[in-house]
């Protein structure tokens, strides 16, 4: 048998080598946000070269605008599809050269290979990984949200390996004897900085922080809302984290004690995820760091997973929710923004929870231009969803909905009682318009 270095040395290619052996009709799946690797994604125009035609990327959340996005010339070489999209998507959406999934997190992966094999594709994975360690092992580093599972249905392997990126545990490892080929690269890893939270942010995170009791189970996204809520949790005590995303803000919450793991009642002692992205702390926080696992989404986000913690709290944002609790949070005048993610699943997940509660936050309006184009303030709790909206939390899923005006607690309410509710946390500007359209409407 080989030692590990030959077959390191093997199928070590350059990015061309390693893009030559895409074949007509591959299904490409590129690792999340900042598990992506970009040393390949950068070049996939040189498929152009190949004569390779019918395939399809999927990607997840890309941090960066590859020149493929916005070529025309690729439609019929390389098609795009999303799960979840970024600025660089949006713009590309606008253009009709990538066109979004419906998803839930939990299943879109065994839905998506249902559908490669009823095609006779073949399912390949890029991502990026962390050097090779003695024993023949890199790790999926900063992602591993559902490239290990595509490593166990037999894709097709092709990574990048970079210094750079940490070495993680948890669902991640992957030997060089699973891996077809791979890239080297040096490239600084992605990095985010946290962005300082407004007054209203901060008013809707106490009140989040209020609903949260010692020895709970959380779980939090980005953004300038969950940034707020984890400043305020600091005071608490015997928290733990399952979260989809590990973020900057967590690590603060370890630090000064509050986190503890110790009362979670499912993987007692760690911290688990699915991906992360942040700063330089971030990384070398969760750097050969064993008390943070990172689990695949398909287990991480699996609602009889979560239920399986004590007390979970979920924490999601929404763009838009209508009188009835209905959750539009990923679409934007009825055209796609984002994606669902795992917003729907740790809704569910958190309600089987004993001791549970589902938080959707979101401030109570938006500036936008008219036509006339002078800025107006808008209601993001409306009567009505915008036409052509994605409904991504159902009206029978809604538990707590919370803006700066205060809390609406939606469980077991009847459509009555919940316009009421909502109401009484819409700004105040747009009340006395939102009961008159209730009325009309039959909203009762």
């Known amino acids: 048998m080989k030692n590990f270095q030959e077959m390191y040395n093997e199928k070590k290619k350059s990015v061309k080598e390693l893009l030559d052996l895409i074949e007509d009709r591959d299904y490409i799946f590129s690792a999340q946000a900042a598990g992506e690797p970009a040393a390949i994604l950068s070049e996939m125009q040189y498929l ?117 990126f940490p070495r993680t545990y948890g669902d991640s490892l992957v030997h060089i004897s699973e891996v077809d080929a ?70 603060d919450l370890i630090e000064c004690g509050a986190v503890d793991n110790s009362q979670k009642g499912l993987l007692d002692g760690y911290s688990v995820c699915s991906f992360t992205m942040g700063s330089k702390r ?21 609602p009889y997973t979560i239920g399986q913690n004590s007390k979970f709290v979920s924490i999601n944002a929404s763009l838009e929710i209508d009188l009835m609790g209905q959750c539009a949070s990923e679409t934007v005048d009825g055209v796609q923004w984002s994606g669902t993610g795992g917003q729907s699943e740790t809704v569910m ?21 008219d036509e006339k184009g002078e800025k107006v303030l808008r209601s993001k709790i409306v009567p009505y969803l915008h036409r052509n909206a994605a409904v991504t939390t159902s009206r029978n899923d809604v538990d707590y909905v919370v803006t700066e005006h ?4 939606l469980r077991g309410l009847n459509i009555r009682e919940r316009v009421e509710a909502l109401i009484a946390i819409a700004h105040p500007d747009f009340r006395e318009e939102l009961k008159a359209q209730a009325e009309e409407l039959k909203l009762w």
Request: proline letters at 5%.
């Open 282 to 302: 971030l990384y070398d926080f969760v750097n050969n760091n064993p008390s943070v696992l990172f689990k695949s989404c398909t287990f991480t986000n699996d």
């Open 349 to 369: 997940g958190a309600q089987m929870s004993k001791g549970g509660k589902s938080i959707i936050a979101m401030h109570s309006t938006y500036e936008t231009t």
């Open 48 to 164: 152009k070269e190949t004569g390779v035609k019918g395939c399809v990327l999927n990607t997840c959340l890309p941090l960066q605008d590859y020149p493929m996005f916005k070529d025309p010339e690729m439609q019929g070489i390389l098609d795009q599809n999303a799960w979840f999209f970024s600025g660089a998507q949006r713009q590309a959406h606008k253009d009709k050269l990538v066109s979004a999934i419906p998803q839930s997190s939990t299943s879109v992966l065994r839905k998506v290979l249902d559908r490669v094999a009823y095609e006779k594709r073949r399912p390949v994975v890029m991502a990026t990984v962390s050097p090779m360690d003695e024993h023949g092992y890199f790790t999926l580093s900063v992602s591993a949200i559902y490239e290990r599972d595509l490593i166990n249905k037999g894709a097709f392997v092709l990574l990048e390996v970079n210094p750079n």
């Open 182 to 251: 791979f890239v080297e690269a040096d490239r600084p890893i992605p990095e985010a900085k946290l962005a300082p939270y407004t007054e209203t942010d901060a008013k809707i995170g106490k009140l989040i922080a209020d609903l949260i009791e010692d020895g709970s189970t959380i779980q939090l996204g980005i953004g300038n809302i969950p940034n707020a809520v984890a400043n305020e949790l600091k005071s608490k005590k015997h928290l733990g984290i399952h979260t989809e995303m590990f973020t900057e803000t967590m690590v």
């Open 406 to 409: 205060g809390v609406a607690w």
